[in-house]
């Protein structure tokens, strides 16, 4: 069983920035491919960055450039750096854990096993 718990979330001013945080419990942290995702009302969840156990990065193509997903497996941490916020970046924001897959990462949200309660991130015009 793994439990995730993000932090981080608020609102902020668009051009601005935020810092997501997801603290992930258990032992095998490092053996976890980790992603993020976001569902704003009425659409569906989609992904937006992941990480894989090895440290690649990969990320949705409207984010790249001013997200930047790391981690820190002695701190069980993974984190999403928001810089040049946009209004359409509002929306929950979840961090979920893929234990299956070996290599690379996954932008489908059914690959993932864990997920996290989600933070509200909220970007004003």
């Known amino acids: 069983q793994v439990q995730l718990v993000e932090s981080g979330g608020g609102l902020v001013q668009a051009g601005g920035s935020l810092r997501l945080s997801c603290a992930a419990s258990g032992r095998a942290f490092s053996n976890y491919a980790m992603g993020w995702f976001r569902q704003a009302p009425g659409k569906e969840r989609e992904f937006v960055a992941a990480?894989?156990?090895?440290?690649?990065?990969a990320y949705k193509d409207s984010v790249k450039g001013r997200f930047t997903i790391s981690r820190d497996n002695a701190k069980n941490t993974v984190y999403l750096q928001m810089n040049s916020l946009k209004p359409e970046d509002t929306a929950v924001y979840y961090c979920?854990?893929?234990?299956?897959?070996?290599?690379?990462?996954?932008?489908?949200?059914?690959?993932?096993?864990?997920w996290g309660q989600g933070t509200q991130v909220t970007v004003s015009s």
């Open positions: 979920a854990a893929d234990l299956r897959t070996n290599y690379g990462v996954s932008s489908r949200p059914s690959e993932y096993d864990y």
């Open positions: 990480i894989s156990r090895r440290g690649s990065p």
